[in-house]
């Protein structure tokens, strides 16, 4: 495992305020073997806001912002869209109370008090897909993931290929999703490419891309 790296850290009086770390060319994997992968650049931003002043008003305990350049997955590992991506940015929030603990009562209890989590900005690319947009996804009473997005596609007809080929995604929905995302998308007036402003929902165990369901969610499961 070769990197560098810097950790930046922000105290305050009731404890950390923020943490940042910055990892530049870094190979991950055991040396000389083909399971290695390689990343140009990672940003990461921790930020812990002071709780609100009523315990019951609901508000950011953590925001995290991201920015990835050049991802290269291991040769041993075969990705849907190709081995490199390019370019992550986001910009997430976990609304509501940190869970004490990553089980199932903990988990219930920050659903049930409002717990949300924001993605208030996503931007990347991925061999032929291109993605700007952002959501919010929460917990159904069963603890299982919901969500709506509202996503700016590029390259879908490519990727959703991509994805039939690597059996993640049924031929027949692949199609659907290609007419819903044809008939909504424009040019894009720098590159030309064709663009389609959609909303993609995650719910009642599958992944929807308007009103054509594209694949199925894994079921989420707690101790």
Not at 10 to 33: H, Q, V
Not at 58 to 80: G, I, N, Y
Not at 115 to 143: M, S
């Amino acid at each position: 495992m070769l990197f560098r790296s810097d950790i930046v850290l922000r105290l305050a009086a009731g404890g950390i305020e923020s943490a940042m770390s910055e990892l530049r060319e870094a190979e991950i994997g055991p040396e000389g073997k083909p399971d290695r992968a390689w990343i140009a650049g990672l940003d990461l931003a921790f930020r812990f806001p002071p709780p609100p002043a009523n315990p019951a008003d609901l508000a950011p305990s953590v925001e995290v912002s991201v920015a990835l350049d050049q991802f290269e997955a291991p040769e041993t590992l075969t990705l849907p869209l190709g081995q490199t991506v390019e370019r992550v940015i986001a910009e997430l929030a976990l609304i509501g109370p940190l869970p004490a603990r990553a089980d199932r009562e903990s988990v219930d209890a920050w659903r049930k008090a409002g717990g949300t989590f924001e993605i208030r900005q996503v931007a990347g690319n991925w061999g032929p897909l291109g993605v700007d947009g952002d959501g919010t996804l929460a917990l159904d009473n069963d603890l299982q993931m919901v969500g709506a997005f509202a996503l700016r596609l590029s390259g879908y007809e490519e990727a959703l290929n991509a994805l039939v080929a690597a059996e993640m995604v049924r031929p027949t929905a692949a199609s659907a999703a290609k007419i819903v995302l044809n008939l909504i998308a424009k040019p894009d007036s720098v590159s030309g490419r064709a663009v389609a402003s959609v909303p993609l929902t995650l719910q009642e165990g599958a992944v929807s891309v308007g009103p054509a369901i594209l694949m199925a969610l894994p079921r989420l499961t707690w101790e």
